[in-house]
């Protein structure tokens, strides 16, 4: 995609997030996002039709065991790293809010053995708190706005089991202050938001940065905790 159309489709983001905020629902404008790509996934701006990158690099590095084990992947967009834990031996849950996404991975792993479903990660049943042996947060608390972060952290964190892990992959900001430039939905997690999985009870047992060349302003996370 040229950096033109880069450009206007954040313009778009932007324009949607904020309208949807103005009318007090801060994630109607994820479905409006999907049903106005209409099938096209470069029109879906984080949308990497692959497993994300930083994913595929944690399970070559450090495999996790799966058999026997259930993950779940939260916002899960167009099914790509559901798809890759499923194909690894995890029995993968998998949500997004957007009906429109979920019909999309649908369509597109037509044979997956993902279990989707669209949902709210704000209003989960209850059977699947701590059900997860490996749960994977990938860019959607970022997508939330700043008064939302701290109940989608404990959302998230409830579904990690005994001894499961967590991996959140995340944009990343070294200022508690809310941030100067474009608003929300581009404002990355600060330090004092990441405290709280150690407040619910998860171990931050690894982190890794990346800053990518073409991005250089941009620190991005991959962080791993651990429920003892
Ligand atoms: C920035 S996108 C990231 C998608 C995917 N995780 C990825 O990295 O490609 C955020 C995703 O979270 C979903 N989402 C936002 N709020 C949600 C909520 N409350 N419950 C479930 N999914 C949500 C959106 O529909 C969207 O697919």
Redesign the pocket.
Known sequence: MSENNLENLRKKIVDLASESLKNNDA?GW?ETVYTDAKGDSSQVP???STT?PYLQDWLEKYPPQTEGKTAIV????LGD?AEVLAKLGFKVTA????PT?ISWCQQRFPDSEVNYFV????NLDSSLQHSFDFVFE???IQ??PLKMRSDSIEAISSLVAKKGTLIVITRYRDSETEPDGPPWPLWPLSEGELSQFKQLGLEEVRRDIFIEEDKPGMVQLRLQYQRL
């Open positions: 994630t994820f984080w949308a990497k994300h939260i916002g899960c967009g790293d949500f997004d809010i957007s996404a949902g709210d990660l704000f990938c860019r959607t997508a939330l």
